[in-house]
């Protein structure tokens, strides 16, 4: 128990040092309040998206699959240990809503009734066919109202899904698909709107609720380890289905190729007796034929029996009438009956002939056409064999149905909460434990400096018997009561920072916190930990300064060093500034030193934030200094017609705009377990080194795409662990899986791009890839002229400048790093102001003496002022340095800490920003010396004599 003495003692000691007291709570005030600002503010958003997926039943995981699901699958799914609930719908990317005459890019979705629900703020969910809802972010770039009409286009593949391209907007509405606003334009369209006979049995897009306690925090580790069994058993009964899918599939495609091979063999067997009946017909044809010519032979010969009849008949005759000189009776008669047989019979075996001649051409004909039906039947079977080993090589090398299964943080909205709870958490982490070592100085200074003024009483302390213990609980109390005060200030500060922080980040989110967020637990916790340290720190100093001393050294100064003296030359005072600055800091180091930690500190934190600024707004410069050497970025969208592209390369080139062609597809890749999406770029190495510089983070080497590797970006490789050499899988459009190895690194400022050849690509994937995205120089030219003529005459082609962030991006950060330079800038005054005025009344205090007498040696104000700002500009250029040398090293980390995965900021030491704060706090320093100086004037010679 404390005496009564020793408390009324150290009350008097906090107040009569009552500055110097809240100097210290100050310190502890913008450190501690800080890190609750920030870190409270962080667990809010935590909370604020907790209760929104908690209140829409939010997924935590999605099975997209490309062949589809049935609804009994997807009962399958629901009944796996550990889930919850599963729900089936139908996901349709790079589709294009219109508008009143413009065109914008969207996602859509089925609409679902327990997973994934929609948050209703206007107007009625969409129940029939031809009704949609859109978010209010979309709603409001479109000028879309409740009752207004949209069409909607789909991918040639996707033609024939719904059953209109004509909707009307039913309802506003918040998705937490979507949970950052802006990020992902989408609708969601009436179940009734699909080919419900198609999606039935063909969901691509599954919905699945694990059954995780609803308070764990959905962005800790607990979440996640709580997930990774049920994810594996996911994954494990994905498996089994896709086993029983593929053999039902190689079931139902072998009994199509027995049929068909049934239908096969029919129809050859049936073709093979129509052969052999012709065949036989030819063969009766033939024989009948050479009957025929038997008989014709046969015929002429009698013909000409006939005829050599007549002819000798006719030869007697008239050789009797010759002898007789008369006719001979009916001879001529007879002969002439018959030569007209004979003439007749000529006749009818020449039309026997024409027949035998015709049936000989048909008998040709026959022949020829039972020669084609041979051949014709030879390719059909060998076709025929040759389609029904194919088909079983399929169906030998069928694979099973891939599944891909996306967790949460593979969702735009919920990472870039992550994103920016991790911010927000870590600048709280790393500035609370600068501010509390700059709270250990300045503690420790502040009871030296006590101890110091206070030698004589303390030595009284001790002569008069106060123990050891006695004193140092009295300094004890000064440090230990200034952080507890400080420690409750640190809460009105934090209430203000949270609020702050929400203005200014403030519709980054479909829902954000709504009211003051505080963690007692935490703010116990660290109380205690700064109450621990200030204890200790006030008796070590206590123990270095006071106990460790006799009385008799305490009372008599506990300097060992000799009077006060100077010798000056009179007017000057030259004599004086060299001779007395580096004595007094020496001799009032804790003061110094204080002050020079302060000026840092401050310092620091002002060039933290504008250099974060600063290494933001360079990335696009940095990017196209370095990088991307063109101006617009062409991207094709899927479904767009070759008669259209001819036309936009036409129109560059009929303007003189060089430009390359590539191919970018979004799609996922696996490393090491971690699966992640990225944009995979294609084109040909003969021209892209032109328009893209692949180089390492120095510059010093360049690479092309040569190689059989894929070159990575540095975000990539920092945040998924890459080496050159490692395996990276991706996925295609059809979720199979393909390996390839990682090549070079190089630096890539926007976007989570991986690069490879076409070579490379058709490798990995087994064919090319369609053009689709161009990369165009504008040369003289405005970029916005070119921008905006190309989407004039093609209004479906998103075009971009390479010198410009998104919007939404540039926005977020933009208000994240003004946000960061107001509160560190009005954190380093407020310290400034508190810790330095009173460092500095301290420093006038102490010269009192010294500044009488050389204003009795005829100094004026002018040189008096000179001397104490010798002193002052070396502790603030002191500062300054350690401020600016200590920035440099620590803002890489803090840039690194802030940075996304698909962005890498300017890293390098930003000299204007640390210009700045140099400026900034130099300013403040020089402001609070003028306040304190002008006590100069004050000062009399008998305040030396009270003195």
């Known amino acids: 128990m404390m005496k009564k003495t020793q408390t009324k003692d150290a009350l008097r000691n906090i107040r009569k040092n009552f500055v110097s007291y809240l100097a210290v709570a100050i310190v502890t005030m913008i450190g501690c309040g800080v890190y609750f600002g920030a870190f409270f503010y962080a667990d809010a958003l935590v909370r604020s998206g907790q209760e929104f997926f908690r209140d829409t039943n939010f997924e935590d995981m999605d099975v997209i699959a490309v062949r589809g699901l049935s609804a009994d699958e997807i009962r399958e799914i629901a009944s796996i240990d550990g889930i919850q609930d599963a729900e089936g719908t139908y996901q349709i990317t790079g589709a294009t809503a219109i508008y009143a005459g413009e065109d914008y890019d969207v996602t859509v979705f089925g609409a679902t009734d327990r997973v994934g629900e929609?948050?209703?703020?206007?107007?009625?969910?969409?129940?029939?066919?031809?009704?949609?809802?859109?978010?209010?972010?979309?709603?409001?770039?479109?000028?879309?109202?409740?009752?207004?009409?949209?069409?909607?286009?789909?991918?040639?593949?996707?033609?024939g899904l719904l059953k209109t391209d004509t909707y009307t907007v039913t309802a506003e509405i918040e998705h937490p698909e979507d949970y950052r606003t802006g990020s992902v334009n989408y609708v969601i369209l009436s179940k009734e709107s699909f080919d419900q006979e198609f999606v039935e049995g063909n969901y691509t897009f599954v919905r699945v609720k694990a059954g995780i306690p609803k308070d764990t925090n959905i962005l800790s580790s607990a979440y996640f380890t709580a997930l990774q069994p049920i994810k594996e058993a996911l994954d494990e009964g994905l498996k089994e289905i896709a086993a029983k899918q593929n053999r039902d599939r190689k079931a139902r495609a072998e009994a199509v190729l027995a049929e068909e091979e049934k239908k096969a063999n029919d129809q050859i067997r049936e073709a093979e007796q129509s052969l052999a009946e012709k065949e036989q017909e030819l063969e009766e044809a033939e024989a009948q034929i050479a009957e025929g010519e038997?008989?014709?032979?046969?015929?002429?010969?009698?013909?000409?029996?006939?005829?050599?009849?007549?002819?000798?008949?006719?030869?007697?005759?008239?050789?009797?009438?010759?002898?007789?000189h008369l006719p001979i009776p009916g001879a001529s008669s007879k002969l002439g009956s018959a030569k007209a047989q004979i003439e007749e019979n000529e006749a009818l075996l020449e039309e026997k002939k024409a027949e035998i001649a015709e049936a000989k051409e048909q008998a040709e004909d026959g022949r020829k056409q039972l020669d084609d039906a041979k051949a014709e039947l030879e390719e059909k079977k060998a076709e025929a064999e040759k389609k029904i080993a194919d088909a079983r090589d399929e169906i030998d090398a069928m694979e099973p149905a891939v599944f891909a299964v996306l967790t949460r943080n593979e969702k735009e909205g919920y990472v870039a909460l992550d994103q920016i709870v991790n911010i927000l958490k870590k600048l709280a982490s790393v500035f609370v434990v600068i501010f509390m070592a700059i709270g250990v100085i300045v503690v420790l200074s502040t009871i030296t400096i006590l101890i110091d003024n206070q030698k004589k009483l303390i030595g009284s302390m001790k002569a008069f018997g106060f123990r050891n213990s006695e004193i140092i609980l009295k300094y004890a109390i000064f440090g230990v009561s200034a952080v507890f005060l400080g420690m409750l200030?640190?809460?009105?500060?934090?209430?203000?920072?949270?609020?702050?922080?929400?203005?200014?980040?403030?519709?980054?989110?479909?829902?954000?916190?709504?009211?003051?967020?505080?963690?007692?637990?935490?703010?116990?916790?660290?109380?205690?930990?700064?109450?621990?340290?200030?204890?200790f720190v006030a008796v070590a100093a206590t123990y270095l300064n006071a106990v460790r001393s006799s009385a008799v050294d305490l009372m008599n100064g506990v300097t060992k060093e000799k009077g006060f003296r100077f010798t000056v030359k009179k007017g000057t005072g030259k004599s004086l500034y060299s001779r007395l600055i580096f004595r007094n800091m020496r001799k009032d180091a804790a003061r110094v030193i204080c002050s020079v930690i302060i000026i840092a500190g401050s310092c620091l934190m002002i060039g933290v934030g504008f250099t974060m600024d600063l290494a933001f707004r360079k990335l696009t410069v940095k990017s196209v200094e370095q990088v991307t050497h063109y101006d617009l970025e062409i991207t094709i969208p899927n479904g767009t017609s070759e008669d259209t592209i001819e036309k936009l390369k036409e129109m560059?080139?009929?303007?003189?705009?060089?430009?390359?062609?590539?191919?970018?597809v979004q799609t996922r890749f696996i490393h090491d377990g971690k699966e992640e999406?990225?944009?995979?770029?294609?084109?040909?190495?003969?021209?892209?080194?032109?328009?893209?510089?692949?180089?390492?983070?120095?510059?010093?080497?360049?690479?092309?795409?040569?190689?059989?590797?894929?070159?990575?970006?540095?975000?990539?490789?920092?945040?998924?662990?890459?080496?050159?050499?490692?395996?990276?899988?991706?996925?295609?459009?059809?979720?199979?899986?393909?390996?390839?190895?990682?090549?070079?690194?190089?630096?890539?400022?926007?976007?989570?791009?991986?690069?490879?050849?076409?070579?490379?690509?058709?490798?990995?994937f087994g064919e090319d890839g369609e053009?689709?995205?161009?990369?165009?120089?504008?040369?003289?030219?405005?970029?916005?002229?070119?921008?905006?003529?190309?989407?004039?005459?093609?209004?479906?082609?998103?075009?971009?400048?390479?010198?410009?962030?998104?919007?939404?991006?540039s926005g977020f950060w933009t208000r994240v790093f003004r946000t960061l330079i107001a509160v560190m800038t009005g954190l380093s005054i407020l310290m400034s102001v508190f810790v330095l005025l009173n460092l500095v009344n301290i420093f006038?205090?102490?010269?009192?003496?010294?500044?009488?007498?050389?204003?009795?040696?005829?100094?004026?104000?002018?040189?008096?002022?000179?001397?104490?700002?010798?002193?002052?500009?070396?502790?603030?250029?002191?500062?300054?340095?350690?401020?600016?040398?200590?920035?440099?090293?620590?803002?890489?980390?803090?840039?690194?800490i802030i940075e996304p995965t698909d962005a890498m900021f300017d890293r390098s030491i930003q000299p204007l920003a640390w210009l700045i704060a140099c400026g900034m706090e130099a300013v403040f320093a020089l402001l609070i010396n003028f306040f304190a100086f002008r006590r100069v004037k004050g000062y009399q010679l008998t305040d030396l004599t009270r003195s």
């Open 489 to 535: 200030m640190s809460i009105v500060l934090a209430i203000l920072l949270e609020q702050v922080i929400a203005i200014a980040l403030g519709g980054i989110f479909v829902v954000e916190p709504q009211k003051v967020f505080f963690r007692i637990g935490d703010f116990l916790l660290l109380l205690l930990i700064e109450l621990l340290l200030a204890g």
């Open 294 to 324: 038997a008989r014709i032979a046969e015929a002429e010969k009698q013909l000409e029996d006939a005829k050599n009849a007549v002819n000798s008949r006719a030869g007697k005759v008239s050789k009797m009438e010759g002898l007789l």
């Open 652 to 664: 560059l080139e009929n303007e003189e705009l060089p430009f390359a062609e590539m191919y970018s």
């Open 118 to 159: 929609s948050v209703i703020l206007s107007g009625t969910h969409p129940s029939k066919e031809g009704e949609c809802a859109l978010p209010k972010d979309a709603m409001k770039e479109m000028g879309v109202k409740i009752g207004s009409t949209i069409q909607l286009m789909v991918p040639s593949a996707m033609e």
């Open 771 to 809: 053009k689709n995205l161009l990369l165009v120089r504008t040369g003289d030219r405005a970029k916005e002229e070119v921008m905006q003529e190309i989407r004039q005459a093609f209004p479906r082609m998103t075009v971009e400048r390479t010198d410009t962030l998104p919007d939404a991006v």
């Open 677 to 764: 999406f990225v944009r995979v770029i294609s084109g040909d190495n003969a021209y892209i080194g032109d328009y893209l510089i692949f180089s390492d983070m120095e510059g010093k080497s360049r690479y092309s795409l040569d190689a059989q590797r894929v070159l990575v970006p540095v975000r990539l490789r920092e945040s998924f662990d890459i080496k050159p050499g490692d395996e990276i899988i991706f996925y295609d459009t059809d979720m199979k899986q393909h390996k390839s190895t990682a090549g070079e690194t190089i630096r890539n400022y926007i976007g989570r791009n991986i690069y490879l050849s076409e070579d490379v690509y058709r490798d990995i």
């Open 844 to 896: 006038v205090g102490r010269r009192k003496n010294e500044l009488i007498i050389m204003a009795v040696n005829g100094f004026s104000y002018r040189q008096r002022i000179g001397y104490l700002l010798r002193e002052t500009i070396a502790t603030t250029a002191l500062g300054l340095l350690l401020g600016t040398g200590g920035g440099c090293l620590l803002t890489n980390y803090l840039v690194r």
